[in-house]
Nanobody, 119 residues
Framework: VQLVESGGGWVQPGGSLRLSCAAS????????MSWVRQAPGKGLEWVSA????????YYAESVKGRFAISRDNAKNMLYLQMDSLKSEDTAVYYC?????????????RGQGTQVTVSS
């Protein structure tokens, strides 16, 4: 399994970023996929998840209405559109195999991409 995130960076509050995750080494369209994040000094937390067919997305309360998860099964790609970013969204964002029924300590994830929101 290989998960490679990209698209992070620095953005001012209120700005937008789009994260991408390139997946390989498994049958992508058979699995739910997720985004998790780890803020400085804090543990991992679920951000968003999506079923294999793109339906029934899950969002953490803190990102509802601002983030949108999507996937392209033909390209083995997972995305996270992040709008109206806040300083508290600053974290390393990871693409993860599977959905939120897993224990965070057990997830398979990529190397992460840093998102920094500050003025």
């Amino acid at each position: 399994v290989q998960l490679v995130e990209s698209g992070g960076g620095w953005v001012q509050p209120g700005g937008s970023l789009r994260l991408s995750c390139a997946a390989s080494g498994f049958t992508f369209d058979e699995y739910a996929m997720s985004w998790v994040r780890q803020a400085p000094g804090k543990g991992l937390e679920w951000v968003s998840a999506i079923n294999w067919n793109g339906r029934d997305p899950y969002y953490a309360e803190s990102v509802k209405g601002r983030f949108a998860i999507s996937r392209d099964n033909a390209k083995n790609m997972l995305y996270l559109q992040m709008d109206s970013l806040k300083s508290e969204d600053t974290a390393v964002y990871y693409c993860a195999l599977g959905g939120t029924s897993q224990a965070l300590d057990d997830i398979t994830r990529g190397q992460g991409t840093q998102v920094t929101v500050s003025s």
